[in-house]
């Protein structure tokens, strides 16, 4: 019997738009192996169907909520952007955020937990399936935050400074999606990955040259680096000529943190080829 992983309930869950006890159960049952449990759920009249990647849920929205020094930014999952927009959806998103802040979590699963009827009533009701991803939580002296449409969220903590300030940094974040906030939080692991393509990309200009010409042109890159990916040393999108870090040092503030998510990062999408799709339905009915 194959291990019976969290991220094995998970694609499950995805794929037939069941909860997670229905998915864990069915999984238990079938030893494992997750094609079986599919084949079982359909059969017992749990789900009507479950494609290979149909079902992923990659689109949705980011909902965002900040009051008196606490922000809560959340994602949910839809499988198209047309129903992120209907208002079904949007009232389990803003139910779901109101009840993760009032209940002050900070993890996910209890909130997904507690909104399993609602989610299942919505997927009964809509036919797509929808899933609560993530949650993050923060504190602090101040805190802003941006939402770019439905598809982009960030929160902005800051010591010293005041919300106005905090929402055009998120907003700048929304924009620029900076790796970290200051260059000594790029991991070293980083820095090397760029030094080497940096010598990849450069090994005709670095040939022949002393060793200290090419220390120096690694050097420039890598300092170029830290600069593009951390928040503070990014020129700030609405005034080209102040660094992010500078605005707000200006302000007599220090940025301590940010959060930014956007929909359907990192969820591996269905890659549809329609013109294939169309040729075998065209070749299907010749026979």
Do not use: W
Request: charged share 30%.
């Amino acid at each position: 019997m194959a291990e019976i992983t969290a991220a094995l309930v998970k694609e499950l869950r995805e794929r037939t738009g069941q909860g997670m006890m229905e998915c864990k159960k069915a999984l238990v049952a079938a030893g494992g192996d997750i094609e079986k449990a599919i084949d079982d759920m359909r059969a017992s009249g749990a789900i009507k169907a479950a494609k290979k990647s149909g079902n992923i849920a990659a689109e949705g929205s980011i909902a965002v909520r900040v009051e008196g020094g606490r922000g809560l930014i959340i994602e949910v999952n839809s499988q198209t952007d047309f129903l992120a927009l209907q208002d079904d959806f949007k009232a389990f998103v803003k139910d779901s955020l109101d009840e993760a802040f009032e209940q002050k979590l900070t993890e996910v699963a209890p909130l997904i937990a507690s909104r399993e009827s609602a989610r299942e009533a919505l997927v009964a009701k809509c036919g797509e399936n929808v899933n609560i991803r993530r949650l993050t939580a923060v504190e602090g002296e101040v805190v802003g935050a941006y939402l770019h449409g439905h598809r982009i969220g960030v929160l902005v903590t800051l010591k010293g400074g005041d919300a106005e300030l905090a929402k055009d940094i998120a907003m700048h974040v929304a924009a620029s999606n900076p790796a970290v906030l200051s260059p000594a939080d790029v991991s070293e692991e980083l820095v090397a990955k760029e030094k080497e393509i940096f010598l990849q990309l450069n090994a005709d200009k670095i040939a022949g040259k002393p060793e200290n010409i090419v220390e120096n042109m690694i050097k420039g890159r890598i300092n170029k680096f830290l600069a593009e990916a951390s928040l503070v040393e990014q020129p700030f999108v609405k005034d080209p000529e102040v660094k992010v870090g500078e605005l707000a040092k200006k302000a007599g503030a220090e940025i301590v943190s940010f959060v930014r998510y956007e929909v359907g990062e990192g969820i591996e999408k269905a890659e549809v080829d329609f013109a294939a799709e169309v040729a075998a339905q065209v070749a299907a009915t010749k026979k």
